[in-house]
């Protein structure tokens, strides 16, 4: 079975431009969240989504956003890039509210110059 | 604030010995306590994870050993390896309240010296 899928692998993005992550759960998994892992950082919680609903939401500004579609997978935007939101994006996946195990994806390393 | 505080930053281990990480968290609702690996530009993958109605857990070589009083957790990598060389996370989550946020703690890189 396929694990977490997260696409792309990299990007590379200028200051100020917005961008588009996705994130594809593990088969029959319908929770989805979304972490920031700044490097030599352990990762830090942006969003969990379930069901479509917004779930649980970090200290993260209104310019991170996310949702999630039908069929559970999820993106997530961010707008007005800063240096700052430099950072490997991670997505992990759990089955439903009532698990507790979450499955990370490889990530897709951001760039902002 | 930092909720889990996690330590050594570093450990380096002969092959066979035991690596022992250590994680200190400070609020009481987490219910949740799970370890990481992570190999450069990977993901973090799940590794063994705890529950407070439990002391000890070992899966394989990994054994996480939880002190509920203390507020703290370890991990002991025994018979440690050259391909246990790798970054770990100790995080804590509170899944019972409906919190699936999981906070990690900074990290601890291994080495394991043949």
């Known amino acids: 079975d396929a694990g977490v899928t997260q696409s792309p692998t990299h990007l590379i993005k200028t200051r100020g431009q917005q961008v588009t992550l996705r994130c594809s759960p593990i088969?029959?998994?319908?929770?989805v969240s979304w972490y920031q892992q700044v490097l030599g950082q352990g990762p830090q919680f942006i969003f969990q989504?379930?069901?479509?609903?917004?779930?649980g939401r970090g200290n993260f500004p209104d310019r991170f956003s996310a949702r999630q579609f039908p069929n559970y997978s999820s993106e997530l935007n961010v707008n007005a890039l800063l240096l700052g939101d430099s950072a490997l994006y991670l997505c992990?996946?759990?089955?439903?509210?009532?698990?507790?195990?979450?499955?990370f994806g490889p990530g897709t390393r951001l760039t902002v110059t | 604030q930092q909720q889990v505080k996690q330590s050594p930053q570093s450990l380096i281990v002969q092959k066979g010995g035991i690596s022992i990480i250590n994680c200190a968290y400070e609020?009481?609702?987490?219910?949740?306590f799970p370890w990481y690996q992570q190999f450069p530009g990977k993901g973090p993958a799940l590794l063994i994870a705890?529950?407070?109605?439990?002391s000890e857990k070992k899966e394989g070589r990994f054994t996480i050993s939880f002190n509920k009083s203390a507020k703290q957790f370890s991990l002991h990598i025994m018979d440690s390896q050259p391909g246990d060389s790798a970054t770990y996370f100790c995080?804590?989550?509170?899944?019972?309240?409906?919190?699936?946020?999981?906070?990690f703690g900074k990290g601890t890189k291994l080495s394991v010296i043949p």
């Open positions: 992990a996946s759990n089955w439903a509210q009532g698990s507790y195990e979450q499955y």
């Open positions: 088969s029959g998994h319908k929770s």
């Open positions: 989504y379930y069901e479509k609903e917004e779930r």
């Open positions: 609020n009481t609702a987490f219910d949740y």
């Open positions: 705890i529950r407070p109605d439990v």
């Open positions: 995080a804590a989550s509170n899944p019972g309240a409906g919190s699936y946020q999981l906070t």
